[in-house]
C-alpha cells in the first residue's frame, strides 16, 4: 500500500534532526581542521616553560625577593640546558664524526689505490680488496636507508619546531597590557591564565 504524502513528510520530519546533527558535528570537524591553533595553550612541562612562568611572575612582582630567588634559579637552569647541549654537540664532533671521517676517508683512499689501475675501475681488484665489507657499509653506499634516518630526523625536529611556533605565535597574538603592567592574568582554583602582555614581556618571553 503506497504512503500517504503526510506519512512521507512525517518520516523526513523524524530524520531532520540527525541529518543537521550529521551536518553540524562535519561542520565542527572542518571547522577545527582549517584552525588548528587553540585560543589557549599550557605551558610547557620543560625548562622553556618554567622559564615563561618565571617572567610572567617576575613581572608581576617588582619586590618580592623569593619570586626573583626562584626566577633566577630557573634562568640558571636554562642557561645551563643551552650550554649542556652545545657542550654534547661539540663533544659528538670531536669524539664521533671527526674520527669517524677521518676512518672513511682513509677508506676510500686504499679503495682508490688498491681497486684502479691506471685510472680505471678493476673489477678483478675489486673482488681482491680486502675492505670491501667495511666500504658497503658506509651510509653513502645505502641511499634509501640513508634517506629513511634523514626523514625520521626531519620529522622529530620539525614537530619541536612547529610547538615553539605555535607558543610564539600565541605569545604575539596576545592583547597588550594596560595601566602599565607587564602582564594580566585570570586567576581560578586550578589555573591560571594571561590574557594580556606588555611588548616587553612577549620580548622576553619570545627571545
Known amino acids: 500500500m503506497a504512503e500517504t504524502k503526510t506519512e512521507i513528510e512525517d518520516d523526513f520530519a523524524e530524520y531532520m534532526p540527525i541529518m543537521r546533527s550529521k551536518s ?14 587553540p585560543l589557549m595553550k599550557d605551558m610547557p612541562e620543560s625548562i622553556y616553560g618554567a622559564a615563561m612562568m618565571a617572567v610572567i611572575r617576575s613581572s608581576q612582582t617588582f619586590h618580592n625577593k623569593s619570586v626573583h630567588g626562584i626566577s633566577f ?9 643551552v650550554i649542556t ?12 664524526c671527526v674520527p669517524a671521517v677521518s676512518k ?3 677508506l676510500y683512499e686504499a679503495f682508490h689505490w ?7 675501475f678493476s673489477e678483478e681488484a675489486w673482488e681482491h680488496f680486502s675492505q670491501a665489507g667495511e666500504l658497503c657499509q658506509l651510509p653513502l653506499s645505502q641511499p634509501m636507508f ?5 626523514v625520521v630526523w626531519t620529522g622529530t625536529c620539525w614537530v619541536d ?12 597574538n596576545l592583547k597588550t597590557a594596560v595601566s602599565n603592567k607587564s602582564v ?9 591564565l594571561t590574557t594580556a602582555a606588555a611588548l616587553r614581556t612577549k620580548v622576553a618571553v619570545v627571545w
Do not use: H
Open 24 to 37: 553540524s558535528i562535519s561542520f565542527q570537524i572542518t571547522q577545527k581542521d582549517v584552525c588548528p591553533l
Open 73 to 81: 634559579c630557573v634562568f640558571v637552569g636554562l642557561a645551563l640546558n
Open 85 to 96: 647541549q652545545f657542550y654534547v654537540l661539540y663533544c659528538t664532533k670531536l669524539y664521533i
Open 104 to 106: 672513511v676517508r682513509r
Open 114 to 120: 688498491d681497486t684502479f689501475v691506471d685510472g680505471q
Open 146 to 150: 640513508f634517506f629513511s634516518i634523514l
Open 161 to 172: 619546531l612547529v610547538e615553539s611556533f605555535r607558543y610564539v605565535r600565541l605569545w604575539c
Open 184 to 192: 594580566e592574568i585570570e586567576k581560578s582554583e586550578d589555573a591560571m
